[in-house]
């Protein structure tokens, strides 16, 4: 008897594939769509894509519980002056919290997503492992962090051991309905034409308060629009002048003001992480040396991780980083493992 697959299927042609690909391997395969906006074009796409491959297709209604964990929190860090990645609370929430229920639901065994990482098993260990994709470049392995063993068991990410172009190629060669120029989207789901400052404004008008920018002295050197529009490192749309270049490195929260400086001020070596999970350990016993990704297209640097309490740890880079952003959220390697990861609470000196 065939095992039977739930692929996640979003309309685009990492997922297509996810779906052929679990089907060539001989898996009873079926489509599911999660709902997560009032209007999507690319819930009859996945449709389109189904019926092509030959599956099953099912639509998952999670508007409620997507504007819940993920659009409130995002703009509730936002309020807070800081930068948070809802890619990643949806991929615990969401994507392999309610869909694999789901998926489970309607008897499949598996959870097969698009994501170009890698699972892997260790019979030494006896625990499944997560790993960097093949392709360095898409490896998507930072925004997986908090899957844990109970997850991983019951997921699959067939994209991991392929390039981008080999993906595309086989969309091509199989007459997939997707898009012809397969375009990359960086843009958040949820928010039209990647216009943060609208959509802010949308959900936070009554609650933005223009303030204070001051330099690192304390010098008043003009006012901005209020703490949401602003991130750290930023340098346009400042508004003041000076006669070097300043960029925010600091967003007080609690004085509702920006704390603007030069470029080098941007760098740190010391933060604070908050939220932490390990991928195949309860927690970390001892101090860890590392290479740690404080966003997605950071260069992991070498640093030392510490165990704290209350599932915090403090991470000491042995060079200092640009930029280092709380909200954002900070996943420790080894090699090409991820061991897991927490969100950026505050940074030190």
């Known amino acids: ?22 089907k060539k391997e001989g898996y009873e395969v079926i489509g599911v769509t999660m709902r997560l ?16 491959i030959g599956i099953p297709h099912y639509t998952i209604d999670v508007r409620k519980i997507f504007k819940k964990y993920i659009i409130t929190n995002f703009c509730e860090e936002y309020k807070k002056g800081r930068t948070p990645n809802p890619c990643i609370r949806c991929n615990q929430y969401i994507k392999f919290g309610v869909l694999l229920k789901k998926a489970k639901q309607l008897g499949a065994k598996y959870l097969a997503t698009g994501h170009y990482a890698r699972i892997e098993y260790n019979k030494e260990k006896g625990k499944y492992l997560l790993k960097k994709g093949c392709d360095l470049d898409k490896d998507q392995s930072y925004f997986l962090y908090r899957l844990t063993q109970k997850e991983l068991a019951y997921i699959l990410m067939p994209l991991g051991n392929f390039t981008k172009d080999k993906i595309k190629e086989i969309a091509r060669e199989q007459k997939l309905p997707i898009e012809e120029d397969m375009r990359e989207s960086q843009e958040i789901c949820f928010i039209p034409e990647n216009n943060y400052s609208e959509f802010l ?18 010098k008043l050197l003009g006012k901005h629009k209020g703490i949401i529009f602003y991130t750290i490192g930023q340098r346009r749309g400042l508004g003041i002048s000076a006669k070097i270049p300043l960029y925010v490195v600091e967003i007080n929260e609690e004085e509702n003001a920006l704390i603007v400086g030069p470029e080098n001020e941007l760098y740190k070596s010391n933060l604070e992480v908050c939220e932490v999970s390990y991928v195949t350990e309860d927690k970390l016993k001892k101090s860890l040396n590392s290479k740690v990704k404080i966003r997605y297209r950071h260069k992991e640097a070498p640093a030392i991780v510490y165990p704290l309490e209350d599932k915090k740890v403090h991470i000491k880079f042995t060079q200092p980083q640009r930029a280092i952003t709380p909200g954002q959220s900070a996943v420790f390697y080894n090699e090409d493992i991820v061991i897991g990861g927490g969100v950026i609470e505050k940074v030190l000196v």
Do not use: F, H, W
């Open 1 to 22: 008897m065939k095992k039977k697959v739930a692929v996640a299927i979003s309309g685009g042609v990492d997922s297509a594939v996810c779906a052929l690909l679990c």
């Open 37 to 52: 906006l009032e209007n999507e074009d690319r819930i009859e796409k996945a449709r389109e894509i189904a019926k092509k």
């Open 201 to 218: 404004k949308k959900y936070l008008s009554e609650e933005i308060k223009p303030g204070l920018i001051l330099d690192t002295q304390g």
